[in-house]
């Protein structure tokens, strides 16, 4: 989720004014931050939409961008949108009348919702060709499922999960737990990366580290001091609330099945242990949709270690 990520974003900025949330508050000069890749074509047929994981910034998903790449900017037209609370878009950090404390709780909804609203009346394209995203934007791509299921062809989430297991919710209580306290006290402790790390790694993975604990320690303690941790809060307690049901209801529906007509290709790895993959293996079974499971060392961090074989993947299924 934070793999990578660390990386200065040269966004261009949409500006909304004040936006309602979906829980009633008001964020206050609402703005998205994104940047566009390849030419969009005549009839706008060929744009994807690729939102920022956790922690990430648009910057972050260049290597997965370019001729050779997963995403050729020769045939598409890519749009990478900055989710909410990432320190590009409207975050604690960066809100002028709403910094801190006082900036209110988002969704993983109202990220979709704004980006919706850029891509139509901002870069005025009515239709996507494909919405994907990894992690945390694997879950803004369920969310397009639910929210948008007439706005684009084809969904790929990778590592991202339609609905959140016990696991996942008592993972991010601890997480929420440590970065409240380190805003709380005013600290930087390197403990939540601490346990990213473990949680996004597999001990198959850890048997082979070269690393020394010294080192391997202290490039973590370094890496904790670039985030915003009220930035990470935000986002996290986006994560945790992740619930398509409301959308389901809306339109009495009681799967994505029921709504989303597109294609889907859903990539997940069965040793992940930061986003449980259970409820992605449902959801293949329901759509019957394509998948691949990359069943990687590298646990939820497959997507970077994995990034040759997910990009041939997702070229095919473009393709």
């Known amino acids: 989720m934070l793999l990578s990520s660390l990386v200065n974003a040269q966004a261009t900025i949409a500006h909304f004014g004040d936006w309602e949330l979906e829980n009633g508050k008001v964020l206050k000069n609402a703005k998205i931050g994104y940047q566009t890749y390849g030419k969009l074509n005549q009839d706008k047929s060929n744009a994807i939409l690729f939102p920022t ?3 990430g910034k648009g910057e972050s998903l260049k290597p997965y961008i370019g001729r050779e790449e997963m995403l050729d900017t020769l ?3 890519v749009i990478v949108v900055d989710a909410l609370g990432n320190g590009i878009s409207s975050s604690p950090s960066n809100a002028e009348l709403q910094d801190g404390e006082g900036f209110p709780e988002f969704s993983i909804r109202d990220m979709v919702h ?3 609203k850029l891509v139509k009346e901002v870069l005025e394209i009515d239709h996507l ?3 994907l995203g990894i992690s945390m934007g694997g879950m803004q791509t369920y969310q397009w499922m639910a929210t948008y299921p007439s706005f684009f062809d084809k969904a790929i989430p990778i590592v991202g999960s339609p609905k959140l297991s016990v696991y ?7 997480f929420k737990e440590m970065l409240s306290n380190e805003i709380k006290n005013n600290t930087h402790n390197p ?3 601490m346990l990213e790390y473990a949680l996004g790694l597999t001990p198959r993975y850890y048997s082979k580290f070269k690393k020394s604990k010294v080192e391997f ?3 973590i303690k370094q890496e904790a001091k670039e985030y915003d941790v009220r930035d990470l809060y935000s986002q996290m307690l986006a994560i945790s609330n992740h619930d398509l049901q409301s959308d389901l209801n809306f339109t009495n529906a009681t799967s994505l099945k029921d709504v989303f007509k597109g294609e889907v290709f859903i990539i997940y790895t069965s040793t ?3 986003v449980y993959y259970d409820s992605n293996i449902d959801l293949i079974e329901e759509l019957g949709a394509e998948f691949l499971d990359l069943k990687s060392d590298c646990g939820h961090y497959a997507f970077s270690c994995e990034i040759e074989r997910i990009s041939k993947t997702v070229k095919d299924f473009l393709n």
């Not at 996942?168 to 601890?174: A, F, G, K, Q, R």
């Open 53 to 55: 994981w956790y922690g």
């Open 75 to 77: 045939k598409y037209h």
């Open 114 to 116: 704004l980006q919706h």
């Open 129 to 131: 060709y494909a919405v």
């Open 168 to 174: 996942d919710l008592l993972n991010y209580e601890i």
């Open 191 to 193: 403990t939540f990366l």
């Open 217 to 219: 320690f202290d490039e």
């Open 272 to 274: 992940d242990s930061l």
